[in-house]
């Protein structure tokens, strides 16, 4: 089992970036897949980005794509949400999350929020106009 704590949130300007991160702690950093989805008010949580375990292949949401970078650091059991140009839409909770599917797994079912196991309690992301 692995415990998974965001840091990173914050308010910033439509424009602005910010970067979020995710402590792991637990079993092998490594073999886990991450992800980071979001929850604005009133909506469905919605998926933002993944990484699969070692490879570091990456995908992201395609409205999201060219702004937002995700990466993963196992020396230091963490991932990280690059976000950048940041707009009033993107406000929401930001949820990092974790499973231990298999490569061939992942790589189909990376987008859907029921196919993760563990996840943090999220860190608020708040954009002006």
């Known amino acids: 089992q692995v415990q998974l704590v965001e840091s990173g949130g914050g308010l910033v300007q439509a424009g602005g970036s910010l970067r979020l991160s995710c402590a792991a702690s637990?079993?092998?950093?490594?073999?886990?897949?991450l992800a980071w989805f979001r929850q604005a008010t009133g909506k469905e949580r919605e998926f933002v980005a993944a990484?699969?375990?070692?490879?570091?292949?990456?995908y992201y949401a395609d409205s999201l794509k060219g702004r937002f970078i995700i990466s993963r650091d196992n020396a230091e059991d963490a991932v990280y949400l690059q976000m950048n140009s940041l707009k009033p839409e993107d406000t929401a909770v930001y949820y990092c999350?974790?499973?231990?599917?298999?490569?061939?797994?992942?790589?189909?079912?990376?987008?859907?929020?029921?196919?993760?196991?563990?996840w943090g309690q999220g860190t608020q992301v708040t954009v002006s106009s």
């Open positions: 637990g079993r092998t950093f490594s073999g886990y897949n």
């Open positions: 999350a974790a499973n231990e599917a298999p490569y061939y797994s992942a790589i189909y079912y990376y987008s859907n929020r029921e196919k993760y196991d563990y």
């Open positions: 990484i699969i375990r070692s490879t570091l292949r990456t």
